[in-house]
């Protein structure tokens, strides 16, 4: 089991910047893909990022929205996983989610929400305009 607790969100103008931390518990946070999503009132979940690593290397992908703003990284000896929001827009404000899934999950599939298996409880990230 494993748990994911987000932190870092809040208010900010838009072309600000934010960073979002988001803490696991666990022994093996090393072995868990990683990844970002967010939800808009009244939008479905959208995918933000998301990270792997094999033990050798590490794949990253984005959604297109965020691509060339936004940053994800890991670090596996702090079990947390960092999402840096750059540039930021009105239409970034969400909740956004912290999520993880066992196993190393192929790049192709990082957008994919059912591939994740533990959610945290989100934290709000609001852009004023």
């Known amino acids: 089991q494993v748990q994911l607790v987000e932190s870092g969100g809040g208010l900010v103008q838009a072309g600000g910047s934010l960073r979002l931390s988001c803490a696991a518990s666990g022994r093996t946070f090393n072995t868990y893909t990683m990844g970002w999503f967010r939800q808009a009132p009244g939008k479905e979940r959208e995918f933000v990022a998301g990270?792997?690593?094999?033990?050798?290397?590490?794949?990253?992908t984005y959604g297109d929205s965020v691509k060339g703003r936004f940053t994800i990284s890991r670090d596996n000896g702090k079990k947390t996983v960092y999402l840096q929001m750059n540039s930021l827009k009105p239409e970034d404000t969400a909740v956004y989610y912290c999520?993880?899934?066992?196993?190393?999950?192929?790049?192709?599939?990082?957008?994919?929400?059912?591939?994740?298996?533990?959610w945290g409880q989100g934290t709000q990230v609001t852009v004023s305009s």
């Open positions: 990270i792997n690593w094999s033990g050798v290397s590490i794949s990253i």
């Open positions: 999520a993880a899934a066992e196993g190393v999950v192929p790049i192709v599939r990082l957008g994919r929400d059912y591939e994740y298996v533990y």
